[in-house]
Each structure stands twice: as C-alpha cells, then as structure tokens.
Nanobody, 116 residues
C-alpha cells in the first residue's frame, strides 16, 4: 500500500503561481513514475505531467513552458511548480504514482483555483 498526501493548492490570480507537493509513504521503494493529473468541473481527468525515477519528464501540451515537475527520490516526494496560471488551469489536482509492478495509487486531490 502507498499513501499519498498532497498540499499546496489554493486561490491565485491569473498570472500567478502555485507549487504543489505530494509525499508518498508506505511501500514506496518500488515507485517508478510519479505524476500529476487534474480534473476540471465537467471534464475528464487528464494528465498534467509525470516524471520517472530517472528524471524523464513529459507534459500536457497545455502546460508546457509554464509548469515544471520535479521529484526528490530520497523523500519520495513529487512537486509541480505552476507559473503563469490561467483560469482554465482551475481544477482538482491529483497526485499519482505507478509502482514497478504496474499498480497505481492516487491522492485525494488538492484544489487549485485561478480567478481574479
């Protein structure tokens, strides 16, 4: 079992920044990929960014150049730095980890609201 605790959501004005964190605990030694997904009201959950244990990243086209994902393998923590935020970035952001055996775990989500 893996437990994920997210933090860092909140309310920010357009153009502002938020930094999300997700700390993993439990059976964490086999974590391979760590990532962030989001779900906006009335929309399906979508991938925002993910990063492998080796540091290989990929991003949704809508966030490239604005968001940066990083991870601290020693702390089993993944971060999402979100800059130049737009109202359309408003969503519940979910942390996701994928173990080496293919099992995935989800966090409970943290709300990020971009509004003036």
């Amino acid at each position: 079992q893996v437990q994920l605790v997210e933090s860092g959501g909140g309310l920010v004005q357009p153009g502002g920044s938020l930094r999300l964190s997700c700390a993993a605990s439990g059976t964490i030694s086999s974590i391979n990929v760590m990532g962030w997904y989001r779900q906006a009201p009335g929309k399906e959950r979508e991938l925002v960014a993910r990063i492998t244990r080796a540091g290989v990243t990929n991003y949704a086209d809508s966030v490239k150049g604005r968001f940066t994902i990083s991870r601290d393998n020693a702390k089993y923590t993944v971060y999402l730095q979100m800059n130049s935020l737009k109202p359309e970035d408003t969503a519940v952001y979910y942390c996701n980890v994928l173990l080496a055996n293919g099992v995935a775990y989800w966090g409970k989500g943290t709300l990020g609201t971009v509004s003036s």
